[in-house]
């Protein structure tokens, strides 16, 4: 399996970075990159320093990491490309790489601080955190003076791309709010629906609302202050910010290794910190969900991103004892282990993208973020349900949870030859998981 992982990273490495997928993602992405970084580094550190690099390479004046970096202009497969972002309406965008104008989860602190554990003694690796640090927490600066408009200490996205979980149900009633004039709206052709299988993919109607908020960010040159006043979607997702989190405490551990100054960073933290519980934990489903700007309401829907809280270290023990209770009660009811969305709610979808199915960097982190909690046992079964599905499946995207339908099939969902899978199961097989 190792081997297999290692061979699908490097047919997939491009001249500096890897694409997360061959035809359907021909680009760099955000966290897929930092999955990657992360468990490719562990033997391959060479490579996962570049990779960040280039990430950061498209880093723009504000600070802000895009979600795409465009880094070849002739590669026009991908839509939206770069041309329909136009991000260069932002004078702080890079003109090469091209980019696109929204950022998703601030993963780069603690994929350093797991290279850094790895390869304490590495004389390269300390080169690069020195040259590397300020520029992650420059990004984290970004999120919290462009995009924590009420000083909470809690960031918002505008656009459901931003939180990796693209077409969660959890966004369902927000971007249902939203009117849409299609006059208005640009013309545009989807390329993913003619790749894959449009049942695993959003709807038009769904497609039509990500254009229009993309629309609204441009308007605003993608940093403006209109845009936590205008746009019509606007949510504090309870796992980006979990990741900030768990990302700051990564910065300031390093940063003092490293002889940063870390007060800034400890701010930000203590704040994030202190309003993370109160906004976010949810008594009735005894989980952590999102909350919504417009309606000033929690989105009350059991889904994964509230166990990532586990992983930041933001929840008690006893919401962590709460959330290991469910998903061994999910265990003992026949399913793979972790379903992305409520298997009980009539929106589960498990062939859906983000709707239900599993996605194995997620895994990785709520593994992980249970045996932070001392949830060893539970801990070790979200990691071998995800090896056991790669080594039924493959190596794709995403995967069915349902044990039965498992049985059924032979290959798992969306792409395949998929990079943080492969990151992911280097990942678990190294880890003392
Ligand atoms: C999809 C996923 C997103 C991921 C991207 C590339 O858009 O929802 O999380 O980053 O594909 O793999």
Not at 2 to 18: D, K, V, Y
């Amino acid at each position: 399996m190792e081997e297999r992982a290692i061979n699908i990273i490097q047919n997939n490495w491009r001249n500096g970075f890897t694409i997360p997928t061959s035809k359907l993602y021909p680009f760099q992405w955000l966290w897929d990159s930092g999955f990657v970084a992360l468990g490719n580094g562990i033997h391959n550190l060479p490579q996962a320093i570049e990779e960040i690099n280039k990430m950061f390479s498209g880093q723009w004046a504000n600070g802000m990491l895009p979600h795409i970096l465009f880094h070849s202009e002739l590669e026009k497969t991908y839509f939206p490309n770069y041309d329909f972002w136009n991000s260069n309406v932002n004078p702080g965008a890079p003109l090469y790489p091209k980019s696109s104008g929204i950022t998703q989860p601030p993963v780069f602190g603690f994929v350093l601080k797991s290279l850094h554990d790895i390869h304490r003694n590495s004389e390269e690796l300390k080169g690069f955190i020195k040259d590397i640090f300020p520029k992650v927490k420059a990004y984290h600066k970004f999120l919290y003076s462009y995009r924590d408009h009420k000083k909470e200490g809690l960031f918002y996205i505008y656009h459901p791309w931003e939180s990796g979980r693209d077409n969660s149900p959890i966004w369902d009633e927000s971007m249902n709010r939203i009117v849409i004039d299609k006059q208005s709206l640009p013309a545009y052709t989807r390329r993913d629906t003619q790749l894959m299988n449009a049942a695993e993919r959003p709807t038009t109607d769904q497609y039509d609302r990500y254009v229009y908020l993309l629309e609204l960010g441009k308007r605003y040159k993608y940093d403006g202050k209109e845009i936590a006043e205008q746009s019509p979607f606007l949510v504090q997702d309870c796992m980006m910010n979990a990741i900030l989190i768990k990302s700051n405490d990564s910065l300031i551990q390093i940063g003092k290794e490293y002889g940063f100054d870390t007060k800034e960073i400890e701010e930000w933290q203590a704040q994030s910190k202190g309003s993370f519980n109160d906004k976010f934990w949810n008594d009735n489903l005894q989980s952590f969900v999102s909350y919504d700007c417009r309606s000033e309401e929690q989105i009350e829907h059991k889904e994964i991103g509230g166990f990532i809280s586990m992983f930041g270290e933001c929840a008690t023990k006893s919401q962590a004892k709460s959330m290991a209770d469910y998903l061994n009660q999910l265990h003992d009811k026949g399913y793979y282990l972790c379903p992305s969305f409520d298997v009980d709610s009539p929106l589960f979808d498990s062939k859906r993208y983000w709707r239900g199915p599993i996605w194995p960097q997620m895994n990785w982190m709520i593994a992980s973020g249970l045996q932070a909690y001392g949830f060893d046992h539970i801990a070790s079964i979200v990691k071998s349900d995800l090896l056991e599905l790669v080594e039924k499946l493959g190596f794709y995207e995403y995967f069915e949870s349902n044990k039965h339908t498992v049985q059924k099939i032979n290959k798992g969902y969306g792409g395949d030859n998929f990079s943080w899978t492969a990151s992911t199961v280097l990942s678990f097989l190294n880890s003392d998981l």
